[in-house]
């Protein structure tokens, strides 16, 4: 069974400051993809990385697959109270995805 | 492009009763999912299907059955409701080839 651990659960911080999400996982997935979640709404496809050792950046979002491919982060730069919600990170296995537990982010401002 | 719907947005059953939850596409897209979300764990894969005609169990799957006889709908039903089924339930499809899943907004169900 894969599962994709995901920390930290919940974090709280003041609009400017830097924070790191990290998933991580024994199995190893094809890609792995972050989805940011807003309340009473579907999760939406942030990015997707498929590269071992690949870096993608969006904005003030950086995202890394680690080299076997077990491992993910989401790095966030200056957070703004915009970037406030619950992100996710998934991989996909065969037609399948295992979801993490997710982490709520509040930035204060 | 509506993209997901599911249908209804709320609903709050008694125990025991049964209920169709209702998703439909309009993106043709091949491969369909249905999870539901407890908050603190994620979301768990109840069945998905690659293609009409075909379906297959996830991860939590007792409890509930779907069908997929077009490409665009994916009923999920739930035959004996139970307290445990209380959940938010989310929809999703995806084209072929690794495409990332778009998900609807939805089913909050509550059973008491």
């Known amino acids: 069974t894969q599962l994709l651990e995901q920390s930290p659960q919940f974090l709280s911080i003041q609009e400017g400051e830097n924070l790191t999400v990290y998933c991580n996982s024994s199995?190893?997935?094809?890609?792995l993809q972050w989805y940011r979640q807003e309340p009473g709404e579907g999760p939406v496809l942030l990015v997707t990385v498929v590269t071992g050792g690949e870096v993608k950046k969006l904005k003030r979002l950086t995202f890394q697959f680690g080299d076997a491919r077990k491992d993910s982060s989401l790095h966030i730069t200056a957070a703004q109270p915009g970037d406030t919600g619950l992100y996710l990170c998934a991989g996909a296995y065969g037609n399948k995805l295992v979801f993490g537990a997710g982490t709520i982010l509040r930035v204060k401002s | 492009n509506a993209g997901v719907t599911q249908t209804p947005k709320f609903r709050i059953l008694k125990i025991g009763q049964s209920m169709t939850l209702q998703c439909t596409q309009d993106?043709?897209?091949?491969?369909m999912y249905w999870y539901r979300q407890d908050p603190g764990m994620g979301l768990k894969l109840i069945y998905y299907s690659v293609g009409a005609g075909i379906t297959d169990k996830g991860e939590v799957p007792n409890g509930y059955n779907v069908s997929r006889s077009t490409t665009e709908d994916f009923p999920l039903r739930l035959e004996l409701a139970a307290p445990s089924q209380t959940s938010v339930y989310f929809c999703?499809?995806?084209?072929?080839?690794?495409?990332?899943?778009?998900f609807g907004d939805g089913t909050r169900l509550s059973i008491l």
């Open positions: 993106m043709n897209h091949n491969y």
């Open positions: 199995s190893v997935f094809s890609s």
């Open positions: 999703a499809s995806r084209r072929q080839g690794g495409q990332p899943q778009h």
